[in-house]
């Protein structure tokens, strides 16, 4: 329950601090005094968006604050959910920077809006007159169907079935979508994977070819080269090695004679078995090196078939032409099961529809059976808001297609008069048989939810006398239910009947005006009430009327 109000720099108020009692309470006070402003602060507490025009005139910011008793709402699940310290008093609070910056708070810990206006609607309800035009919207009365027939758990299932229902829908309009283009650029991939395959390509080949080539290509140049050096090792005449051989001779006769010549033929027997080796390696060379026109071409046209696909597929390296290779292989791979994968997911999709429309029917059952309570209990409550000959009827139907919310269609059917044809609500209802009528189905309503506050915003235009007195029973009634509800109204039929009565008014400055709200004493209840009785001037008749009416509370 709202417990406190605090606001500071909104609108026409400068600082607001005010306690609210439980059950049934009212708010009154001239047109313009700044009911409205109230109303638009709690608004942008429970999450609505901010609007900097909304700062008082020269403030930096504005702040609202309110304190809820939530101890007997059961309400521990959400701060858990959304790890949030959980206490029995919770406080929200919301900041608007001249800057257009917003910050919202729970309990002191930062918040998002989503947070707030979730815990915000388990709350309180505010129902403004823009409200009545709710009652002609599906949505509404669907909602309301649901409430009174406690379908959270059918509906949360529902939700779970469809929402996995249309996933496999989106997954098979996407693979048919998918395989509808894949097949139109299947005959270019086959042909494309055909011409790579053909060419029969081995990682590592082109830099092993293009090295063959280069060998090929100056084969002459290389063998002429490679004799030049055998001719300089092993040449009979003034050949390195026949000269080497003779000064190892040389060095070993001497070890007899000189020591250190036996360190100098070891090094020079190294050297020499070295020198041979490479002469060897030299020989065996050039007698692999020989110029083969027929190899070169064969080189050559396999290398101008691996340059023509790598410019063709704009690739750099023969890795990514393998790798092109197994992409197109693998998308042919994926065209030929798409039809075994769309048949899967058709076969899913179909099984998932039983499900969406089992449980759309779990939810049909439901609803009808509330329709039927409705129907009677909305009846019952309205004959004594003054239309004894009301009939109300709540028309269903089914949609082609299962919804969000199911498949069920809902209208809701009315007249007030005795042989009125059935019509739709908004059709013949007048304004004031509208609030009446949201004002029965509210009451039905906050019977089913544990709704800590309700707040009715001039709910009761359009009624005056003794319907306003019917009102103010239905509402009494609400309140003493462990919940409280605000009535802010012009009638004093109802303002009488609250167990707390808070004014809104305003004061002129020289420089300001200010909007204020406060609870008044039971003697200025009496004089509030007579003022609205007979206007600025109050006479003793409105004064006895306005005793009168307190003491019938």
Same mark, same amino acid.
């Given at each position: 329950?709202?417990?406190?109000?605090?606001?500071?720099?909104?609108?026409?108020?400068?600082?607001?601090?005010?306690?609210?009692?439980?059950?049934?309470?009212?708010?009154?006070?001239?047109?313009?005094?700044?009911?409205?402003?109230?109303?638009?602060?709690?608004?942008?507490?429970?999450?609505?968006?901010?609007?900097?025009?909304?700062?008082?005139?020269?403030?930096?910011?504005?702040?609202?604050?309110?304190?809820?008793?939530?101890?007997?709402?059961?309400?521990?699940?959400?701060?858990?959910?959304?790890?949030?310290?959980?206490?029995?008093?919770?406080?929200?609070?919301?900041?608007?920077?001249?800057?257009?910056?917003?910050?919202?708070?729970?309990?002191?810990?930062?918040?998002?809006?989503?947070?707030?206006?979730?815990?915000?609607?388990?709350?309180?309800?505010?129902?403004?007159?823009?409200?009545?035009?709710?009652?002609?919207?599906?949505?509404?009365?669907?909602?309301?169907?649901?409430?009174?027939?406690?379908?959270?758990?059918?509906?949360?299932?529902?939700?779970?079935?469809?929402?996995?229902? *249309?996933?496999?829908?989106?997954? %098979?309009? +996407? @693979?048919?979508? /998918?395989?509808?283009?894949? !097949? #139109?650029?299947?005959?270019? $991939?086959?042909?494309?994977?055909?011409?790579?395959?053909?060419?029969?390509?081995?990682?590592?080949?082109?830099?092993?070819?293009?090295?063959?080539?280069?060998?090929?290509?100056?084969?002459?140049?290389?063998?002429?080269?490679?004799?030049?050096?055998?001719?300089?090792?092993?040449?009979?005449?003034?050949?390195?090695?026949?000269?080497?051989?003779?000064?190892?001779?040389?060095?070993?006769?001497?070890?007899?004679?000189?020591?250190?010549?036996?360190?100098?033929?070891?090094?020079?027997?190294?050297?020499?078995?070295?020198?041979?080796?490479?002469?060897?390696?030299?020989?065996?060379?050039?007698?692999?090196?020989?110029?083969?026109?027929?190899?070169?071409?064969?080189?050559?046209?396999?290398?101008?078939?691996?340059?023509?696909?790598?410019? *063709?597929?704009?690739?750099?390296? %023969?890795? +990514? @032409?393998?790798? /092109?290779?197994?992409?197109? !292989? #693998?998308?042919?791979?994926? $065209?030929?099961?798409?039809?075994?994968?769309?048949?899967?997911?058709?076969?899913?999709?179909?099984?998932?529809?039983?499900?969406?429309?089992?449980?759309?029917?779990?939810?049909?059952?439901?609803?009808?059976?509330?329709?039927?309570?409705?129907?009677?209990?909305?009846?019952?409550?309205?004959?004594?808001?003054?239309?004894?000959?009301?009939?109300?009827?709540?028309?269903?139907?089914?949609?082609?297609?299962?919804?969000?919310?199911?498949?069920?269609?809902?209208?809701?059917?009315?007249?007030?008069?005795?042989?009125?044809?059935?019509?739709?609500?908004?059709?013949?209802?007048?304004?004031?048989?509208?609030?009446?009528?949201?004002?029965?189905?509210?009451?039905?309503?906050?019977?089913?939810?544990?709704?800590?506050?309700?707040?009715?915003?001039?709910?009761?235009?359009?009624?005056?006398? +003794?319907?306003?007195?019917?009102?103010?029973?239905?509402?009494?009634?609400?309140?003493?239910?462990?919940?409280?509800?605000?009535?802010?109204?012009?009638?004093?039929?109802?303002?009488?009947?609250?167990?707390?009565?808070?004014?809104?008014?305003?004061?002129?400055?020289?420089?300001?005006?200010?909007?204020?709200?406060?609870?008044?004493?039971?003697?200025?209840?009496?004089?509030?009430?007579?003022?609205?009785?007979?206007?600025?001037?109050?006479?003793?008749?409105?004064?006895?009327?306005?005793?009168?009416?307190?003491?019938?509370?």
């Amino acid at each position: 329950m709202l417990r406190s109000l605090y606001i500071q720099n909104y609108a026409l108020i400068e600082k607001l601090d005010i306690s609210f009692e439980t059950g049934f309470s009212v708010i009154t006070g001239e047109t313009g005094a700044g009911k409205s402003i109230i109303l638009g602060a709690i608004g942008l507490l429970l999450g609505q968006r901010a609007d900097v025009k909304a700062i008082r005139h020269g403030a930096s910011k504005c702040t609202i604050e309110a304190r809820f008793d939530i101890s007997a709402y059961g309400m521990r699940p959400f701060f858990e959910e959304n790890e949030l310290e959980y206490d029995e008093e919770c406080i929200l609070r919301r900041e608007v920077q001249s800057s257009g910056k917003s910050r919202a708070f729970i309990n002191d810990t930062p918040a998002s809006l989503a947070q707030v206006k979730e815990l915000g609607e388990q709350l309180i309800d505010v129902h403004s007159q823009h409200q009545n035009l709710l009652l002609n919207k599906e949505g509404f009365q669907l909602n309301v169907l649901d409430i009174l027939a406690h379908n959270d758990a059918a509906l949360a299932k529902y939700h779970l079935c469809y929402d996995e229902w *249309k996933q496999t829908d989106r997954e %098979l309009a +996407e @693979l048919v979508s /998918l395989a509808e283009k894949s !097949r #139109s650029d299947e005959d270019y $991939i086959r042909f494309q994977l055909e011409q790579l395959e053909e060419a029969c390509l081995v990682e590592g080949e082109q830099e092993e070819l293009e090295q063959e080539a280069e060998t090929l290509s100056h084969a002459e140049e290389i063998k002429a080269g490679l004799y030049r050096v055998e001719q300089s090792f092993a040449s009979d005449e003034g050949g390195l090695l026949s000269y080497l051989k003779d000064s190892l001779n040389t060095l070993n006769n001497l070890q007899r004679v000189y020591q250190p010549a036996k360190e100098l033929t070891e090094r020079m027997e190294s050297a020499y078995i070295e020198l041979k080796d490479i002469s060897h390696e030299v020989s065996l060379q050039s007698d692999s090196v020989e110029f083969n026109p027929v190899r070169l071409d064969e080189v050559n046209e396999r290398l101008n078939l691996i340059y023509s696909l790598q410019q *063709k597929h704009r690739v750099q390296t %023969l890795d +990514e @032409l393998i790798a /092109l290779t197994d992409e197109y !292989r #693998s998308k042919l791979s994926d $065209i030929t099961s798409y039809d075994e994968r769309i048949a899967e997911l058709t076969a899913r999709k179909e099984e998932q529809y039983k499900q969406v429309k089992q449980q759309a029917e779990v939810l049909t059952k439901a609803r009808t059976k509330a329709a039927r309570e409705v129907e009677k209990q909305l009846a019952a409550r309205l004959i004594p808001l003054g239309m004894p000959n009301v009939r109300f009827q709540i028309e269903m139907g089914l949609k082609k297609e299962p919804g969000l919310q199911g498949e069920d269609t809902v209208n809701f059917l009315f007249s007030a008069n005795k042989n009125g044809t059935l019509q739709n609500i908004s059709s013949v209802a007048s304004g004031g048989e509208i609030a009446r009528v949201m004002l029965s189905i509210k009451a039905m309503i906050a019977g089913a939810v544990k709704l800590p506050t309700i707040v009715f915003d001039e709910i009761d235009t359009g009624v005056s006398g +003794e319907i306003a007195d019917r009102m103010a029973d239905m509402m009494q009634e609400m309140g003493d239910r462990n919940r409280q509800v605000i009535s802010i109204t012009h009638l004093p039929q109802i303002a009488a009947r609250g167990r707390a009565h808070y004014k809104v008014y305003k004061k002129d400055s020289d420089t300001e005006t200010n909007s204020h709200i406060r609870r008044l004493t039971d003697e200025e209840r009496v004089e509030e009430i007579a003022h609205m009785l007979s206007g600025a001037t109050l006479t003793e008749a409105a004064l006895s009327n306005a005793k009168s009416l307190l003491a019938r509370n």
